[in-house]
């Protein structure tokens, strides 16, 4: 009995390993004001990730257990490729792989210890606030164009979008005035990819029929089309389209696999090459982004669309398992087919801007949504 008791202790305390850390940063970050190159942010994500997918108790079942499989499998496998045999930095390896270690994190989190719905509500609520509250100083007092809470905030708006899905889909709950605030944040963000994938999040949650949710769905994603295109005209009204920076990443990738056959965009490049040096130069003012050997050449990760650097390293069938294994698990926790399309499709979306899967701010989201307690009875928020 006494076991048990414990037991039960570690699943009720369990989502304080998620909330606790996250609102402590967020409200430091508010007070500290990080930068996105000097922001803890990004480790404590992952260490978040980490801690909470791996806290006693642990259940995996049958599908989870193939998925951490077949992924340690083509994690060291490819190792061996890479790092063994190639010479390619264990570090450059290290982060074109991150995507497959937050899988294999993600099987073990989502059959665990649940997040009650509850304190993810409390959790969300706190976490709006504080955002509109940086996003507001930073943008209409400071005339930051891009404010940040934790890092850029193409990353941290995906992560509250995951989140606050994920609960709504639990909890089964539409709040205009919430939804009306995580707007006005996401507008004010400058963030193009963000509010496309808020206007595409918006449609999943409200067109059920002809009814005053289809209205209201109908009115809230026309005012977020109407928002994704003013911030879009905004930042294109003194440049080409050539100039803006995905447009420039999509043609150097076309440029990398301009003698790829078909099998080539199936399978990927070797595991892991380079890119060319005209790539690396024109990029080459992503310094971060560079090889960790320091020599001046750098790997896909320059290219930061995910959608770009998954087809160049891993090819178009790893990405679709990728895809198709996230989807698994959700299904397992007992998502939808609709719904499991929602959560997918703001993964894609970002991941045509940035590094998506590849990074902590998603795997946290997805790790909320795998974990958030399903609850019958309707709550407000």
């Not at 060291?76 to 982060?95: E, G, K, T, W």
């Not at 400071?142 to 509250?160: A, C, V």
Request: aromatic share 12%.
């Amino acid at each position: 009995m006494h076991k048990m008791k414990l037991t039960r202790g570690i699943i009720v305390s369990r989502h304080s390993i998620v909330i606790t850390p996250i609102l402590a940063l967020a409200i430091v970050s508010t007070v500290l004001n990080f930068s996105a190159e000097s922001s803890p942010a990004t480790i404590i994500f992952e260490l978040v990730t980490l801690l909470f997918c791996l806290a006693p108790p642990i259940r995996i079942a049958q599908p989870q257990l193939a998925i951490t499989i077949l992924a340690t499998i083509y994690i060291f496998s490819s190792l061996i490729y890479s790092v063994a045999l190639n010479r390619v930095d264990v570090l450059d390896f290290a982060l074109a792989f991150k995507a497959f270690y937050y899988l294999i994190l993600l099987s073990f989190c989502s059959r665990g210890a649940k997040i009650p719905l509850a304190k993810l509500e409390l959790f969300l609520k706190s976490l709006i606030i504080i955002l509109a509250i940086k996003y507001s100083i930073s943008r209409i007092a400071l005339g930051i164009s891009r404010p940040i809470l934790f890092t850029e905030n193409n990353y941290e708006l995906i992560f509250l979008l995951i989140a606050y899905y994920a609960y709504y889909t639990r909890s089964n709950t539409l709040q205009p005035l919430w939804i009306g605030l995580i707007i006005y944040i996401f507008f004010i963000s400058g963030s193009r990819s963000s509010i496309f994938a808020l206007a595409f999040t918006i449609f999943f949650m409200t067109i059920r029929g002809i009814d005053r949710k289809t209205l209201l769905g109908a009115v809230l994603l026309l005012a977020s089309a109407i928002g994704a295109y003013y911030v879009f005209y905004d930042r294109l009204a003194e440049n080409s389209i050539d100039s803006i920076d995905r447009i420039r990443f999509f043609n150097l990738f076309l440029y990398e696999v301009r003698d790829w056959g078909l099998l080539k965009y199936l399978v990927g490049s070797e595991r892991l090459t380079p890119l060319s040096s005209y790539t690396c130069g024109a990029l080459s003012y992503y310094s971060s982004l560079m090889s960790y050997r320091g020599n001046g050449t750098c790997y896909s990760v320059a290219l930061h669309s995910y959608i770009l650097r998954a087809i160049f390293d891993h090819g178009i069938l790893i990405l679709i398992a990728l895809i198709t294994a996230v989807a698994l698990l959700l299904s397992k926790s007992k998502y939808s087919k609709t719904q499991i399309a929602c959560i997918l499709g703001i993964v894609l979306i970002t991941s045509l801007s940035v590094s998506s899967l590849n990074n902590a701010y998603v795997a946290l989201g997805l790790t909320i949504a795998l974990s958030a307690e399903r609850q019958k009875s309707h709550m407000t928020l």
